[in-house]
């Protein structure tokens, strides 16, 4: 599937492609729908997208008509790009996981990275996953290093490993 960007439509607008997630697969059929019908009642216009106008609509149908400018901005950017249904998904999915951004891990990782070399050795990082905090059984760390980059020398990459958490698959380089 395409990455997420917008493209102009040859009428000049703007649409979006389709997001490069299987965001779908992390909820149940009924989660959706309810995701749909609240998506629904926030693109006040019906346009398949929620922009500022749609989100001063949403707050004046709720009773509160002195939302800011800076707020509502501050609520799109939490996008990365124009917010269709695809989108709302993944804002509530990462919201809903608690999943944390992709410096918050790398940042986590480099901790263990004393050399900065950008890996850490596979074997250690399962130690401590198992052993510290929320422990992990080993069938979970296994399930994690399906999605991880290890070299001949069984280190992880923890940069590629860390964008997967966050963004669902592999950058195209």
Same mark, same amino acid.
């Given at each position: ?81 124009? %917010?269709?249904?695809?989108?709302? $998904? ?8 608690? #999943?944390? &951004? !992709? /410096? ?45 980059? %290890?070299?001949?020398?069984?280190? $992880? ?8 958490? #966050?963004? &669902? !698959? /592999?950058?195209?380089?």
């Amino acid at each position: 599937m395409a990455s997420r960007k917008t493209k102009k439509k040859e009428g000049g607008g703007l649409r979006a492609q389709r997001a490069s997630s299987n965001v779908f697969s992390n909820f149940e059929q009924t989660q959706i729908q309810e995701f749909k019908e609240a998506f629904t009642l926030m693109d006040q216009n019906r346009d398949g997208f929620i922009d500022k106008e749609d989100l001063k609509d949403t707050y004046a149908s709720l009773g509160k008509t002195n939302v800011k400018d800076e707020e509502l901005d501050a609520m799109l950017k939490e996008a990365s790009g124009p %917010i269709n249904f695809t989108m709302f $998904l993944n804002m509530f999915g990462a919201k809903l996981t608690g #999943t944390d &951004g !992709e /410096e918050t891990i790398l940042n986590a990782f480099k901790m263990l990275d004393p050399d900065g070399k950008g890996s850490i050795n596979k074997d250690y990082i399962k130690r401590l996953l198992m052993s510290q905090a929320d422990k992990m059984t080993a069938e979970e760390v296994d399930q994690m290093f399906q999605f991880a980059t %290890i070299d001949a020398a069984g280190n $992880l990459d923890y940069k590629a490993l860390s964008y997967v958490l #966050t963004h &669902g !698959e /592999e950058k195209e380089e």
